[in-house]
């Protein structure tokens, strides 16, 4: 039998080795919790190096996209544009085939024949090239030798894409402004007499921060001194809607420089704002008249404010609705106001009906001040499509230098009816003789 007596070797615990191994064990726990804490501050680290790389790329990425949006938005508008340009170019060869098939040429147009063949050439490979310049340097080189092969231009005077058009005179020289095409963002063409028309270099090579590239509308100047001021319509980036805004210049061609941090006016309510234009009343302070869209069940409607002395601003107030759609051959839409004083009296000229299609016309109202009110005219339209336009719109209202009224216009060519076929720019007098209003064709 074995001695298990307290005083053996073998019964006995010794002291000493359990507090070894408690303290061994409690250092293992210790260590263990101090790479524990280690690594998970390692990890954080990490995380937080993660986070902040996922930021960058989060913002690169954002600031690409937005990138990628406009250059989006730029290409749908050049290739708008050029469709447009093309459209306009097949108008015109399909004029040359139809006088080559009458036999209307005769031996003395063969040379202009042949100058506006070698332009429509030259536009086609401009296009080719994806050369805005090119393109219209030729079309314009030969737009008057084009439109001389055909006797009816009722008025036709460029016959190349000019949407929304507007003339300002200064001394001597006539400008036109119009909305965004191959060019830019606002076109200009030139004319010492009114029948030839030269292109000039775009009017606002630069859109303020707010607004989107693609949709530069309705553009008219007034000269405020020695101050030229541009009022257009452009598309506010945040709101996705019209809003008009201005931009001035030191001379009537441009270039005009837009420093606004925000649009001029933009009635979001009511669908956006746009179609701006200014006029100065018998009192001698500027307005401001343009066209709101219309939405959630109100219809578009045309609007006056007055501006500053300079052009510039708002005067604080509300604007004042002038006009609503309320004849049948308007079709519920009214738009492009241009108020005209003459003689003591206001004539607000506008367009009414869908603009793509060849019951667009221009009607008037008369209006008791520069804020209305005002009733449209019951022997509207005064002007509506006939046989060598159709569908004409945007009208403007400017003065020559023999105090002669025209109406600068843009119409359908004949058959030319819809996109992406151009508007061209049209100038008939206009008679107040009778009362009411006159085109003269």
Known sequence: ??????????????LPIVLTAVVVLIAAGLAYDAATVLALHRAQATLRSTDRQVAFERAALSSATTRQASATARLRSLQHDESRTVGELGSTDRTIDALDQTGSIDSADIDSLDTCLS?????????????????????????????????????????????????LRVGTEYFAFSTNAVVGNIQVIASSNLTLWTPVDD???????????????????????????????????VSGQECISHAVSSQPQGPYIDSSSAPLVCQVQDGGSLDPSPFIGVDGQPYLVWKSQGADGRSPALWSE?????????????????LAPGQRWEAGII????????????????????????????????CQGPLGPCSASASNPVLASDQSMQGPGGPSVFADTQGHLWLAFHAWLPGEVGYPNGRALFLRRVDLSGGVPSVVP
């Open 335 to 366: 738009e492009g106001p241009d108020m005209v004083v003459t003689g003591g009296h206001y004539l607000l000229f506008f367009g009414g009906n869908n603009w793509e299609t060849a019951d667009y016309a221009v009607g008037v109202a008369n």
């Open 1 to 14: 039998m074995s001695d298990r007596t307290p005083g053996s070797a073998h019964g006995r615990v010794h």
């Open 119 to 167: 332009g429509v050439s030259d536009a086609s490979a401009g296009i080719d090239a994806a050369s805005a310049a090119e393109v219209l340097t030729a079309i314009t080189a030969v737009s008057t030798t084009c439109l001389s092969l055909d006797g009816t231009t009722g008025g036709l005077v460029y016959p190349f894409n000019f949407p929304d058009p507007s003339v």
């Open 203 to 237: 009017a606002l090579p630069q859109l303020p921060s707010w607004a989107d590239a693609g949709n530069t509308w309705h553009p008219v100047v007034l000269q405020r001194g020695s101050t030229f001021v541009l009022y257009y319509a452009v598309e506010d980036a």
């Open 306 to 322: 007055q501006l500053n002395a300079a052009g510039t601003a708002l005067v604080a107030g509300p604007p004042t609705e002038l």
